[in-house]
């Protein structure tokens, strides 16, 4: 059974750091395409960042520059390290995982497995 749990989340002020920590339980991760995704209250899901199965990484505009997104397969775990965070960084960050359909840009992809979530919230 695949469980994705995340890790890292908490309360920082804003130009503040985090890193983010997604481990996959299931002896699947290495052969995955692996995602952050984050919901901010009212409003939708939106995309963060991805990281394909050989290291190929996509990231919003939103967070180009600030956020990395990186992986290591030996300890099945997906990270996102966030720098110089703002205050609308504030979302719930949800780890997704293992690539099911690929949509027609790094957002739209569809994913078969989805942690609980962390919540990050940035004060000013």
């Known amino acids: 059974q695949v469980q994705v749990v995340e890790s890292g989340g908490g309360s920082v002020q804003a130009g503040g750091s985090l890193r983010l920590s997604c481990v996959v339980y299931g002896n699947i991760f290495s052969s995955c395409g692996m995602g952050w995704y984050r919901q901010a209250p009212g409003n939708m899901r939106e995309f963060v960042s991805n990281i394909s199965s050989d290291g190929t990484t996509a990231q919003s505009d939103s967070v180009k520059g600030r956020f990395t997104i990186s992986r290591d397969n030996a300890k099945n775990t997906l990270y996102l390290q966030m720098n110089s965070l703002k205050t609308e960084d504030t979302a719930v960050y949800y780890c997704?995982?293992?690539?099911?359909?690929?949509?027609?840009?790094?957002?739209?992809?569809?994913?078969?497995?989805w942690g609980q979530g962390t919540q990050v919230t940035v004060s000013s």
């Open positions: 997704a995982a293992c690539v099911v359909r690929r949509g027609l840009g790094p957002g739209d992809d569809s994913y078969t497995y």
